[in-house]
Structures are given as structure tokens and as C-alpha cells.
């Protein structure tokens, strides 16, 4: 069990729908951050939220909006998407926000924008 | 600009043998390192991590070596197994910060 669980792991949606992205964590972290990774490029990080506060917005278009009701769940909502956001999406978390803290990752939700 | 590259997409190794990764960075305030790994259809798992007061960290058949002065990171693999077949990420974390910058990866495939 990896201890951070994404659904779903596949997702195809046409650029007018609304749907979303669920991640949840169970081990006890109060950091959890959504990563996008996109064909040949490194991790990009999207939001990070701590203590279930935002603390971090990596210059995201508005059509992702995340949500963290608690420390043990991540949303990301997503409308109007583009087919330049078709990629792997993936949610971690880690013990906290500090420094020295490795992050754990979901196996990630792979989105097709049509 | 890439604060953080693997500029070795692919790497094939004889079981038994060393694999060694490679990573290189660009930011002298980078501080603290990490190697994950990830198989096909999973999330990159972490695997072991360093610190830039040490030179050396190992954990089994991993050992991560950093040379700050040349901004080169390593991991070695030995004895390699095919189970080891997968990406590996490195990651690096400036002082004062804790956002991760990672590299592209590098697909180790340890044949049999």
C-alpha cells in the first residue's frame, strides 16, 4: 500500500466538462502537494497545501482550483481544460512543510483532454 | 532552465553489475538531495537522500555521493538487479525552501 491513493487513475475528458481529482493520504502528514508531470519534462509543482491552508500557488491557470478539506484529503477541480494539460497528475504529501521531509506519491491519475 | 539534469535518458546494465545514475544542478543553494524511483503506472517511490554536509550516504546496495564542488550528484546500484529496472528521478531542495526541483528522469533497465 503505498499510503497516498489517487482516483481515479485514468481520466478522459472532453475541454467542456467538469470533473475531479481525488487524493487521499494515510499517513498522518499535514503537508500534501499536486505535481503535474507532462512527457519528458521534470515534476512541476502545481499547489501545496499545509495544515489544510494554501501555501502555494506555482502560477496555475484557473481552470485547476484545488480543495483540501482536511489534512487527509486533496482535491483538484478541474473545467475548461486545454489539450496542453493532458498529463499525469500526481498528489504527495510529507510529514510536514519543513526541510529534509522526502514526500510520498500517489501513482498518479493520467488525464486526456480531448 | 533546468536547475536539475539527468542528461542520461536511458542506462542498461548486466544483473550483477554497478548501475550508476548521474544527476547535475545548477544552483549552489541547493542543499539536500533525493533519488526516487518509479515503475510504470506507480508513483515515483523516494529512496534514499543526502544531505551537502555529507559526501556520502548509503542504505544497502544504494549509496548516493555528492560532490558539491562540481554540482554532481551520483547513485550506485550494486549488485544490480532486474527489479531495479525503472526511472529514477533525482530531486534537490534549496536552503531555505522546501520546494522540490526535479530532473527528467533517467530509465534503467537491468537485463537478465
Known amino acids: 500500500e503505498t499510503g497516498v491513493t489517487q482516483t481515479p487513475r485514468h481520466l478522459v475528458m472532453g475541454m467542456t466538462n467538469k470533473k475531479s481529482l481525488k487524493c487521499e493520504q494515510h499517513l498522518g502528514h499535514n503537508a500534501m502537494y499536486w505535481y503535474k508531470q507532462s512527457a519528458k519534462k521534470p515534476l512541476e509543482l502545481m499547489f501545496v497545501?499545509?495544515?489544510?491552508?494554501?501555501?502555494e500557488n506555482n502560477s496555475v491557470p484557473s481552470r485547476f482550483s484545488p480543495e483540501c478539506p482536511n489534512s487527509s484529503h486533496l482535491f483538484l477541480h478541474l473545467h475548461t481544460l486545454q489539450p496542453e494539460d493532458s498529463a499525469l497528475y500526481l498528489c504527495?504529501?510529507?510529514?510536514?512543510?519543513?526541510?529534509?521531509?522526502?514526500?510520498?506519491f500517489g501513482d498518479g491519475t493520467r488525464l486526456s483532454i480531448l | 532552465d533546468q536547475q536539475v539534469k539527468q542528461n542520461s535518458p536511458s542506462l542498461s546494465v548486466q544483473e550483477g553489475r554497478i548501475s550508476i545514475l548521474n544527476c547535475d544542478y545548477t544552483?549552489?543553494?541547493?542543499?539536500?538531495f533525493l533519488w526516487y524511483k518509479k515503475y510504470p503506472a506507480e508513483g515515483p517511490t523516494f529512496l534514499i537522500s543526502?544531505?551537502?554536509?555529507?559526501d556520502k550516504n548509503e542504505d544497502g546496495r544504494f549509496t548516493v555521493f555528492l560532490n558539491k564542488s562540481a554540482k554532481h550528484l551520483s547513485l550506485h546500484i550494486v549488485p544490480s538487479q532486474p527489479g531495479d529496472s525503472a526511472v529514477y528521478f533525482c530531486?534537490?531542495?534549496?536552503?531555505?525552501?522546501?520546494?522540490?526541483?526535479f530532473g527528467t528522469g533517467t530509465r534503467l533497465k537491468v537485463l537478465a
Open positions: 530531486a534537490a531542495q534549496a536552503s531555505g525552501t522546501y520546494k522540490y526541483i
Open positions: 504527495a504529501s510529507s510529514r510536514n512543510r519543513g526541510r529534509d521531509q522526502p514526500q510520498h
Open positions: 544552483n549552489s543553494m541547493f542543499d539536500y
Open positions: 497545501y499545509s495544515l489544510e491552508e494554501r501555501v
Open positions: 543526502i544531505s551537502s554536509i555529507k
